[in-house]
């Protein structure tokens, strides 16, 4: 019984699609920082987000490098 073969083009949406999440929720914490800057830094939860947004950062650019690294060298 052969087995379903997904195209490439639909393999590798689903593999951008969560890194393009990744980058637009990091935008959305910077953008949640900036603009509550002064309420975080008054309830001492700055550096929380701030932990958040480090942690989040080499993440996303890892991640886009492995999956450029990976299409370039045509496993996906």
């Known amino acids: 019984m052969?087995?379903?073969r997904m195209s490439p083009a639909v393999l590798r949406l689903l593999v951008i699609f969560p890194n393009v999440l990744s980058y637009i929720l990091l935008f959305?914490?910077?953008v949640y920082i900036?603009?509550?800057y002064s309420t975080l830094k008054a309830a001492n939860a700055l550096?929380?987000?701030l932990i958040v947004?480090?942690?989040l950062t080499p993440?996303?650019?890892y991640t886009t490098?492995?999956?450029v690294k990976r299409i370039k060298a045509g496993v996906l």
């Open 53 to 55: 947004c480090a942690v």
């Open 47 to 49: 550096n929380l987000w």
């Open 2 to 4: 052969n087995q379903p």
């Open 34 to 36: 900036t603009t509550n």
């Open 65 to 67: 490098y492995s999956i």
């Open 59 to 61: 993440m996303a650019i």
């Open 28 to 30: 959305g914490v910077i």
